[in-house]
């Protein structure tokens, strides 16, 4: 439970708890793919960003790293992918595995482009709180016709507090699953069915369970929104993201 914990939003005074919800849901919106276009140099700019800022998130960065350490496997396979197929120089030869320096190059790059913007999302989930989130969305999508904002709100609050908890009943599940010694059962269809149908169980349950809670609570679209603030400190700090990404964004034509 402690490493789930450690991807809720952690209370705080420092500026980024501080910062307007729909500014800092507009600099997410910005940076990230201003992240997959960068070269090395603005990514170097942004990563000592992100790590001057790390410290006021009041993450756990042991516990998360440990909570998405099935992530790595991501990045390894991405960038074996890229060492592998894209052509250049053969630098590293297995059979017939050939790793070139162009590949290895592009690998790392995306590697630390999906590093970076996974540590962006991070700073978001635990500087901001859910309801928060659910009120930048819904201003975010309220100028646009056709679009239920208020629900798709609501949608994106529930995901952001269910994730931990799902996490929380994948963990539950293989603990109880490694006290039964099912791991140890050759049959991998055995071993999967065991594990994700309970989850899947659990989580519609647990589903369940909140939307009779809603009802009872009388709950509808119309309810009293949430004041949210602009000071002159958030323009402050969004002018400094935009500036940040502007950087980014131009160390790409100038490499």
Not at 34 to 45: D, F, T
Not at 46 to 52: H, V
Not at 145 to 173: H, N, S, Y
Request: charged letters at 15%.
């Amino acid at each position: 439970m402690i490493e789930t914990l450690a991807l809720h939003f952690q209370p705080g005074k420092s500026v980024l708890h501080q910062f307007d919800p729909r500014l800092k849901t507009l600099s997410l919106l910005v940076v990230s793919p201003s992240i997959m276009i960068a070269q090395p140099a603005g990514l170097m700019i942004l990563s000592l960003a992100l790590m001057a800022t790390a410290s006021q998130t009041g993450l756990k960065w042991r516990a998360v790293a440990r909570e998405l350490r099935y992530f790595g496997f991501l990045l390894l396979a991405v960038f074996l992918s890229r060492a592998v197929f894209t052509p250049g120089r053969v630098m590293i030869g297995v059979g017939p595995i050939q790793l070139t320096d162009s590949g290895i190059f592009s690998g790392l790059l995306i590697c630390w482009r999906l590093v970076l913007v996974t540590m962006a999302g991070l700073t978001y989930a635990a500087t901001t709180r859910p309801k928060e989130i659910r009120a930048a969305v819904e201003w975010l999508l309220s100028p646009l016709p056709g679009i239920p904002a208020k629900r798709l709100g609501v949608m994106i609050g529930l995901i952001v507090r269910f994730i931990p908890l799902v996490l929380d009943q994948a963990r539950e599940t293989m603990a109880a699953q490694k006290a039964r010694c099912v791991e140890c059962r050759k049959n991998p269809y055995y071993r999967l069915t065991r594990f994700v149908l309970p989850v899947l169980r659990k989580t519609i349950k647990l589903a369940d369970r909140l939307v009779m809670a809603m009802t009872a609570r009388c709950y509808n679209e119309s309810g009293t929104p949430l004041v949210m603030q602009t000071r002159p400190t958030d323009w402050a700090v969004f002018g400094v993201v935009l500036g940040l990404c502007i950087i980014l964004i131009s160390t790409n034509f100038l490499s």
